[in-house]
């Protein structure tokens, strides 16, 4: 800081001799300001010091932070796309999806033992099959669309604050305390599921939306909008709102926006619907309606979700509505209020869905760390308007505070690194399932048994999502399939995870498996300090797998196989 003297006394009219005569008073006021301002001996360094560095150090400390969050991102999103085994439950069914789209097989069918697809909206799995077709199929291809994804919504989190505040640091903030909720947010940024490519896209038409005008820009992000709706179907509870929006551009825009979202985004549902026989509308729609069953999440959400994990980011959003309340650009703080409120409903009623995990959060995770950017700039342009020591306390509040939420996400990216022993581990599981004559049911890894050569068959959590919310009638004959499996040992070894879920998942069929088959042989970890990665499962101890054998019986019956789909036109091969 620059120190300028002046002369605190008011020019007084020269006498006779030229010299200035000053009036007792003038005197006495003039020494008490000097003595008000004067730091007390001995303490006008480490006034100085504490009113100019700290501000600045806590400034360029929360940018450290954003800078190492974002770039721990990088690297662990690279170390996991490599990774040649499942990182989270259903990657693999996804992987599968993938294999379909590559055969040119449709993904909405009528459901059996031999497969079962997810109840997500296909373009994720249409886009991923590109990368897979060029590198061969398996998990890196789909990875790197996610990692792709996450990096644009990065790109758009960071272009979104800077046309707001012209501010690159609240932008840096804002992308570096998104970064930063990888770990609050299940892991999940790059792995091979839909939910960074949804948001991609459904952030990328709201950014159109919010800043482009004209009828073309405004169709384009109508069809941003729809796609994301056609790679999940949560992203609907966020166009809702924004279509709101549109309506306050005028009639022309607003049929742009809605009439592109409605056209592609219908058009898109009633061609799956036409082209599958109705399976896609009753997996996509009738399936996931019966999800929202954890009534007590209306209220937990607020406490686990959001202020528990975010608390400093709700206190900037808030401080960010109640400021801009206050504005001239009212049409800001209408988007703003409709995003908002899209994001946050989609994030809370997928909380309410009894198979949620913490993807469920990125929406309003998102939103939050966009709010605390514009926030910032918020109390930054109000601090510029005071002097002094007030200036410097305030600046030092704020820096504080966003350091503060940032430490307080702080997480050890080794934990989530998967290292020799988890592939080394891989590779042993895969061994014993090559080893094992006859059909292999892996429930919650069903890939494996498609890299040892084998029939796959459906991934449990897919049965058990119909089984558990389907319309009794309809998923009946699974159910007895499933049983049936069992029953008459059709499957000559189970390879089941050590740790059960204790879930509703588990419950559906672990009574018929238990009945009629016997654990016979444990696969450890290779050492005791191996990584456990277990996305949406709890970490097993010691022991990672237990192979079960069918119980003695004279009665078994041999598996009747499905035509074979071991040969996939992706070529998905066992890691080396």
């Given at each position: 800081?620059?120190?300028?003297?002046?002369?605190?006394?008011?020019?007084?009219k020269?006498?006779?001799?030229?010299?200035?005569?000053?009036s007792?008073?003038?005197?006495?006021?003039?020494?008490e300001?000097?003595?008000?301002?004067?730091?007390?001996?001995?303490?006008?360094l480490?006034?100085?010091?504490?009113?100019?560095?700290?501000?600045?150090?806590?400034?360029?400390?929360?940018?450290?932070?954003?800078?190492l969050?974002i770039?721990?991102?990088?690297?662990?999103?690279?170390?996991?796309?490599?990774?040649?085994?499942?990182?989270?439950?259903?990657?693999g069914s996804?992987?599968?999806?993938?294999?379909?789209?590559?055969?040119?097989?449709?993904?909405?069918?009528?459901?059996?033992?031999?497969?079962?697809?997810m109840?997500?909206?296909?373009?994720?799995?249409?886009?991923?099959?590109?990368?897979?077709?060029?590198?061969?199929l398996?998990?890196?291809?789909?990875?790197?669309?996610?990692?792709?994804?996450?990096?644009?919504?990065f790109?758009?989190?960071?272009?979104?604050?800077?046309?707001?505040?012209?501010?690159?640091?609240c932008?840096?903030?804002s992308?570096?305390l998104?970064?930063?909720?990888?770990?609050?947010?299940?892991?999940?940024?790059?792995l091979?599921?839909?939910?960074s490519?949804y948001?991609?896209?459904?952030?990328?038409?709201?950014?159109?939306l919010r800043w482009?005008?004209?009828?073309?820009?405004?169709?384009?992000?109508?069809?941003?909008?729809?796609?994301a709706f056609?790679?999940?179907?949560?992203?609907?509870?966020?166009?809702?709102?924004?279509?709101?929006?549109?309506?306050?551009l005028?009639?022309?825009?607003?049929?742009?926006f809605?009439?592109?979202?409605?056209?592609?985004?219908?058009?898109g549902?009633a061609?799956?619907?036409?082209?599958?026989?109705g399976?896609?509308?009753?997996?996509?729609?009738?399936?996931?309606?019966?999800?929202?069953?954890?009534?007590?999440?209306?209220?937990?959400?607020?406490?686990?979700?959001?202020?528990?994990?975010?608390?400093?980011?709700?206190?900037?959003?808030?401080?960010?509505?109640?400021?801009?309340?206050?504005e001239?650009?009212?049409?800001a703080?209408?988007f703003?209020?409709?995003?908002?409120?899209?994001?946050?409903?989609?994030?809370?009623?997928?909380?309410?869905?009894?198979?949620?995990?913490?993807?469920?959060?990125l929406?309003?995770?998102?939103?939050?760390?966009?709010?605390?950017?514009?926030?910032?700039h918020?109390?930054?342009?109000?601090?510029?308007t005071?002097?002094?020591?007030?200036?410097?306390?305030?600046?030092?509040?704020?820096?504080?505070?966003?350091?503060?939420?940032?430490?307080?996400?702080?997480?050890?990216?080794?934990?989530v690194?998967?290292?020799?022993?988890?592939?080394?581990?891989?590779?042993?599981?895969?061994?014993?399932?090559?080893?094992?004559?006859?059909p292999?049911?892996?429930?919650?890894?069903?890939?494996?048994?498609?890299?040892?050569?084998?029939?796959?068959?459906?991934?449990i959590?897919?049965?058990?999502?119909?089984?558990?919310?389907?319309?009794?009638?309809?998923?009946?004959?699974?159910?007895?399939?499933?049983?049936d499996?069992f029953?008459?040992?059709?499957?000559?070894a189970?390879?089941?995870d050590?740790?059960?879920?204790?879930?509703?998942?588990a419950e559906?069929?672990?009574?018929?498996?238990?009945?009629?088959?016997?654990?016979?042989?444990?696969?450890?970890?290779?050492?005791?300090?191996?990584?456990?990665?277990?996305?949406?499962?709890?970490?097993?101890?010691?022991v990672?797998?237990?192979?079960?054998?069918?119980?003695?019986?004279?009665?078994?019956?041999?598996?009747?196989?499905p035509?074979?789909?071991?040969?996939?036109?992706?070529?998905?091969?066992?890691?080396?």
């Amino acid at each position: 800081m620059r120190w300028t003297l002046r002369n605190p006394l008011p020019p007084e009219k020269p006498d006779a001799h030229g010299v200035a005569a000053l009036s007792a008073a003038t005197v006495t006021t003039a020494l008490e300001r000097v003595d008000t301002h004067a730091p007390a001996a001995g303490g006008s360094l480490l006034t100085t010091v504490l009113s100019d560095w700290i501000p600045s150090a806590l400034r360029w400390a929360v940018v450290g932070a954003a800078i190492l969050y974002i770039s721990v991102y990088l690297f662990v999103a690279y170390r996991r796309m490599v990774y040649p085994f499942d990182l989270e439950r259903l990657e693999g069914s996804a992987v599968e999806q993938v294999d379909r789209v590559l055969r040119g097989e449709p993904l909405f069918v009528a459901p059996s033992l031999n497969y079962v697809p997810m109840v997500y909206t296909p373009v994720y799995f249409y886009v991923s099959a590109l990368p897979a077709k060029l590198m061969g199929l398996g998990f890196a291809p789909l990875r790197l669309v996610s990692i792709l994804a996450s990096l644009g919504c990065f790109a758009l989190l960071y272009m979104f604050v800077h046309r707001e505040t012209s501010s690159h640091y609240c932008s840096l903030v804002s992308v570096g305390l998104f970064a930063a909720t990888f770990r609050e947010t299940g892991d999940w940024l790059e792995l091979a599921r839909t939910d960074s490519l949804y948001l991609f896209l459904l952030v990328l038409g709201a950014y159109l939306l919010r800043w482009k005008r004209g009828s073309k820009w405004l169709v384009l992000a109508g069809g941003c909008a729809a796609l994301a709706f056609l790679t999940k179907q949560t992203a609907l509870l966020v166009i809702l709102p924004l279509v709101i929006y549109a309506a306050s551009l005028g009639f022309r825009l607003f049929v742009a926006f809605a009439g592109a979202a409605g056209v592609l985004g219908a058009g898109g549902i009633a061609l799956l619907h036409l082209r599958s026989g109705g399976w896609s509308t009753f997996y996509l729609f009738s399936l996931t309606s019966s999800f929202l069953t954890l009534k007590g999440h209306i209220v937990l959400f607020w406490i686990n979700d959001i202020f528990r994990v975010l608390p400093i980011a709700v206190a900037f959003c808030v401080l960010f509505f109640l400021d801009a309340a206050d504005e001239k650009d009212r049409r800001a703080v209408w988007f703003y209020t409709c995003f908002g409120a899209g994001m946050l409903a989609a994030s809370w009623l997928y909380s309410l869905n009894w198979g949620a995990y913490l993807n469920g959060r990125l929406p309003v995770y998102f939103f939050l760390c966009l709010a605390t950017g514009l926030g910032t700039h918020r109390v930054l342009d109000l601090l510029a308007t005071r002097a002094g020591d007030r200036a410097r306390i305030g600046q030092s509040v704020l820096f504080a505070a966003l350091l503060i939420q940032s430490c307080a996400l702080v997480y050890d990216p080794r934990l989530v690194i998967p290292g020799s022993r988890d592939v080394e581990l891989g590779r042993q599981v895969l061994a014993r399932i090559t080893q094992i004559p006859g059909p292999v049911y892996v429930p919650n890894h069903t890939y494996l048994s498609a890299l040892a050569g084998k029939q796959s068959f459906a991934h449990i959590l897919n049965l058990c999502t119909l089984l558990v919310s389907g319309n009794p009638h309809t998923v009946a004959p699974l159910g007895e399939q499933l049983r049936d499996a069992f029953r008459n040992k059709r499957f000559s070894a189970v390879v089941q995870d050590a740790v059960w879920t204790g879930d509703v998942v588990a419950e559906v069929y672990r009574s018929d498996f238990l009945e009629n088959y016997q654990p016979d042989q444990e696969i450890v970890y290779p050492e005791s300090d191996s990584r456990r990665l277990a996305t949406g499962l709890p970490a097993p101890q010691r022991v990672a797998f237990i192979i079960y054998v069918p119980k003695a019986t004279n009665n078994a019956s041999q598996i009747a196989l499905p035509p074979d789909r071991s040969q996939s036109s992706g070529q998905l091969k066992a890691p080396q």
